[in-house]
């Protein structure tokens, strides 16, 4: 009969009917109460709690009929587990302490395991490490592995809440070596559990992944919905890597399932409420906070309500609710600076802002003595406190020392990320420290570039991580075949609602993918310093803009001098950012437009006074990220000169640093559909009969991608969609279906230049903190020099034109911007050309 009970676990609909089945069928007691405790499992982890409780009496009263002493204690035992997931745990640990009384053998240290669960989920962690242990000894003693592996299990879950990471590893090892069979699934995926939860601790955030990945593949085979602790520790990563939307979302789906028990419930509460805090929508993360520190409290499980409250306070804080919070703040976050939590530096954070005098900076300093824990993250929110601790005192020096010491801590915890997706989000952490950082530079010109240059396009230093750059992904694959599918649908005019359902499917899945993959090194690109950056400037001016505390800062380095001025205000530019943009969709379409309003506008806002320090020289301008997508050439002081537009210096730097390939040939690709027929490609390539062309049939993706490598210079005209929603699957149309930038990351080795005449090409979506995704980013973290791309909508019979200018300009050795300098000046004189050609940027070299 133990393989009914164990059937409740690994196959609940299995275990039912043939429990159901014994109820019918038998009168003896002993067998009617395992079927009754087989039901009872079954309803507690489906959170049918009332079910659960009138079939776990019944199952007692079965076995003391039964007079059994043994049966009734195990009976008795899932009873209080039982009311403990129906959030009675005070209940349930006298239910446990009762079963435990007298018990022997095998059955004494099985329902110490149970105990010491229940005793974790009410925050005893050092309790319930001491009954694991002695359970575990007592199961090896035994020669019971399967008991033993489990109690190791819980061992480890235990242990990871002390703190204590590399015994919790060894636990849970131990726990996998002792499952070997397959009838164990069930406790393999809690040991995938337990090591993808401990990864996450020790801020290896891919690992953890690819481990939830394994155990969530597990649930896949057994055609089962994923426990409530694998959807939570998934949500946690996510949350971490900075995807607190996704989190948000996933917790919310599980949520609205009724087959979740309220300790279940209350845990998944509370990471939403930090989901969506983390993703800006503090009233909503008031309403989940308050949802799970009641369920908590009805638990009696203080610990995790203390958590939940923590999150609450923070939610209020954010929404403005901040009266009274002050000593609540306090209060909560002393509780957890005693436990040594890895909340406590947070808690004190706020706690410090709340107060006044000097017991702010006793707060923050506290807060600042976790600068030394284990998990980055943790440190990271320690140095901030450090730092707003010195700014109280007004020691600049030590803001900036601390600043960087966090934002050190940042590029440990995105050391190992592959994904270019997950490198950029997680400098979200660090927009805080980077916040007070710019602050206390912006005072000198040289500090604030250095510090605008630590803090910005840090992602694209670092190649982005492929699972295998000569074979594309099922997933992948799947998903540009859905994409000819739907592009065929459209023209047709055919249903496409189970191929939209279908590409969302697909594009989860290339996502989910791409985020466990491991960087390729682990060595984190070096800042680029102020004296290289002047050194290099030579007849060029650098000018990059900052914005410090939502005013933009314009710092000028040229002929060995860096000087900075104050323009407009972040709020003015982006009021004048939607008019831009129509004014020259409008030139686009062929309409009157008049941009030389706007444009003086747009540079009095984002220049200021720093105009007057412009040299007659060639300009690369190093925008904020929100603005690197301006249509540049509309501003007055850039129309008659060559300009460039990069991340920043050191990506600049880096590009110039590139050498131009020896024999590397031209390649011209015309995608499918395009009004103009991509009517400039056949006159490329009479001009250049050696290049390789791809057009009609032949312009295909892995045609495309197989002549990008390492190739000198790539024309590719093609329909182009920027996807704000998800920069990496911004895409161009080819003949069997869209080249997206997952695409573009396998490319072994960078084209040099590249020309993209298609609608948005260049647009980039400014994600985390100063960082960049998009076609054009992607080009530029695999090594690409130099790019050509639009902004905005253009017209396709001017672009054709344009397009052949700026190839006769660089084919005489013109760089891009300035071969795009030139074509400007001559569409000077048609109102659709030259709008057509303010759209286009040179970005890079």
Known sequence: ??????????????????????????????????????????????????????????????????????????????????????????????????????????????????????????????????????????????????????????????????????????????????????????????????????????????????????????????????????????????????????????????????????????????????????????????????????????????????????????????????????????????????????????????????????DRIDLWTRAASYRHHPNALVRAAAWHAQGLAREETHDRGGVLRAAAAGLDAIDEHRRLIGSSELRALATTHGRELTTIALRHAASDARTLLRWSERTRATALAQPPATSDAATIPASLAALRDNGRQLAEARQEGTPTEELERERRRLERAVRAESHTLSATTATQQRPTSVEEIVAATGETCLVELVDVDGSLHVVVAHAGKVRRRVAGTTSEIAALLGPAGMLLRRAARGRPADTATIGRSLQQAVLGDAVRLLPDAPVTLAPTARLHGLAWSLLPALQDRPFAVVPSAGQWLRARATPAPQQAGTVLVAGPALASGGAEVPVLAERHPDAVLLDGPRATLEAVLAHLDGAGLVH????????????????????????????????????????????????????????????????????????????????????????????????????????LCEVRRRAAGDPVAAGTAAAFLALGV
Do not use: K
């Open 716 to 819: 590719l005209a093609a329909h182009g969609r920027f996807r704000a929603d998800s920069p990496l699957f911004s895409a161009l149309d080819l003949a069997d279906g869209p080249l997206t930038v997952h695409d573009l990351e396998r490319v072994p080795r960078a084209p040099y230049r590249v020309v993209l005449s298609a609608c948005e090409s260049g647009v980039l979506a400014p994600v985390g903190a100063e960082e960049l995704l998009g076609l054009a980013a992607a080009l530029f973290s695999l090594g690409t020099a130099g790019l050509v791309c639009s902004v905005g909508e253009v017209n396709d019979d001017a672009t054709a034109d344009l397009m052949v200018g700026l190839h006769a300009a660089l084919a005489d050795g013109s760089d891009p911007a300035t071969a």
């Open 1 to 358: 009969m133990e393989e009914l009970l164990q059937l409740a676990i690994d196959d609940p609909e299995r275990g039912r009917r043939q429990a159901e089945d014994l109820l019918t069928s038998s009168a003896d007691p002993a067998v009617l109460s395992y079927a009754h405790q087989c039901l009872g499992i079954v309803a507690r982890d489906a959170g049918q709690a009332e079910l659960a409780d009138t079939h776990l009496r019944a199952g007692l009263r079965a076995a003391q009929l039964a007079r059994d002493a043994d049966r009734e204690r195990d009976v008795r035992a899932s009873y209080g587990t039982a009311l403990a997931c129906a959030g009675r745990s005070r209940q349930g640990l006298v239910q446990l302490q009762r079963a435990m009384a007298g018990a022997s053998g095998h059955v004494a240290p099985r329902i110490a395991v149970r105990m010491a669960g229940v005793l974790a989920t009410t925050g005893r962690f050092a309790d319930s490490a001491a009954v694991l242990r002695d359970a575990a000894a007592s199961f090896s003693a035994l020669d019971d592995s399967v008991w033993e592996a489990r109690a190791r299990i819980w061992l480890a879950h235990t242990l990871l809440h002390l703190g204590q990471l590399d015994d919790a590893q060894e636990e849970a090892e131990s726990a996998g070596r002792l499952y070997d069979g397959p009838e164990t699934v069930w406790e393999r995926i809690s040991v995938l559990e337990n090591l993808a939860d401990i990864a996450a601790a020790r801020g290896d955030l891919v690992r953890s992944l690819r481990l939830g990945a394994e155990a969530a593949r597990f649930c896949a085979e057994l055609g089962v919905e994923p426990r409530a602790e694998l959807v939570g520790q998934n949500a946690s990563v996510h949350l971490a890597a900075g995807l607190a939307d996704d989190a948000a979302a996933v917790l919310g789906q599980r949520l609205a399932t009724t087959s979740l028990t309220e300790m279940d419930r209350a845990e998944l509460q509370l990471l939403r409420a930090d989901a969506l805090l983390a993703a800006g929508r503090p009233s909503d993360a008031i309403e989940e906070a308050r949802a799970a520190r009641r369920g908590f409290e009805h638990a009696g499980r203080t610990w995790y309500a203390r958590r939940a409250q923590a999150t609450l306070l923070q939610a209020r804080v954010r929404a403005g609710e901040v009266r009274g919070a002050a000593a609540e703040a306090r209060g909560v976050a002393e509780a957890l600076d005693t436990e040594g939590a890895p909340e406590a530096p947070l808690a004190l954070t706020l706690a410090g802002r709340l107060a006044r005098g000097a």
